[in-house]
C-alpha cells in the first residue's frame, strides 16, 4: 500500500482536475470502481496479515501497526470517500484539494506502516 498511496498522492488525486467539469461525473463513476479492484483486496489483505501479525508477534511494533492502520481506514472511511461521494456528482475544486489534503493522513500512516515492516523485517532476518 505505501506504493499505491504515493502513487495516488502525487499522480491521481492531482490530475481529477484535469478530466474537465462537465466529463468528470462519468469518469469519476469509471474511476471509482477500477481503484476498489486494486486498493479494496490490498487492504484487506494487510488489514487480515496485521491482525494475525498481532496475536503471533504481540508488542509496541505490531500495535503501532495496528493504530497506523485504524488510521488509514478511518482516514478513508471519514475523509477520502465522502470527497470521492461528492466528486461523483460533480467536480468541485475545493472538493479535489481537501481530497488531496486530507489524502496526506493516509500517505503519512501508510509509509510510516511501510517502515515499520522493513524493520520487522531486518529483524527477523538478523
Do not use: K
Request: charged residues 10%.
Amino acid at each position: 500500500m505505501v506504493g499505491v498511496i504515493w502513487f495516488v498522492q502525487l499522480v491521481h488525486y492531482p490530475l481529477f482536475g484535469r478530466v474537465g467539469a462537465a466529463e468528470f461525473p462519468a469518469w469519476q463513476a469509471a474511476n471509482l470502481p477500477r481503484t476498489s479492484w486494486v486498493v479494496g483486496p490490498a487492504m484487506g489483505i494487510e488489514a487480515a496479515c496485521s491482525l494475525a501479525l498481532a496475536f503471533v508477534t504481540p508488542g509496541w511494533p505490531t500495535l503501532l501497526g495496528l493504530g497506523l492502520l485504524a488510521v488509514c481506514w478511518a482516514s478513508t472511511a471519514f475523509l477520502q470517500v465522502p470527497c470521492h461521494a461528492r466528486l461523483e456528482r460533480s467536480f468541485d475544486p475545493a472538493t479535489g484539494r481537501r481530497l488531496v489534503a486530507t489524502n496526506w493522513i493516509r500517505t503519512a500512516a501508510w509509509t510510516g506502516r511501510g517502515l515499520l515492516a522493513a524493520e520487522l523485517l531486518r529483524r527477523a532476518v538478523s
